[in-house]
C-alpha cells in the first residue's frame, strides 16, 4: 500500500511541475507580447 501512495504523490508532484512551468511560459510570453506592442505604439489601440 506504501507502494501506491508513493507512486501517486509522485505523480501529482509531476503534474504540479508541469502546471508551474506551463505557468511560468505563459507569463514570459504574456510579458514579451506587452514588449513588443509598447515597441510597436500601443498595439491594437494603434488600428
Known amino acids: 500500500m506504501l507502494e501506491v ?3 501517486l504523490i509522485g505523480t501529482l508532484q ?4 508541469l ?3 506551463l505557468f511560468v511560459a505563459t507569463l514570459v ?3 514579451i507580447v506587452r ?7 500601443g ?3 494603434a488600428d
Open 35 to 41: 514588449g513588443i506592442e509598447l515597441r510597436h505604439g
Open 5 to 7: 501512495y508513493r507512486t
Open 19 to 21: 502546471l508551474l512551468e
Open 29 to 31: 510570453a504574456q510579458v
Open 43 to 45: 498595439g491594437a489601440s
Open 14 to 17: 509531476s503534474a504540479a511541475w
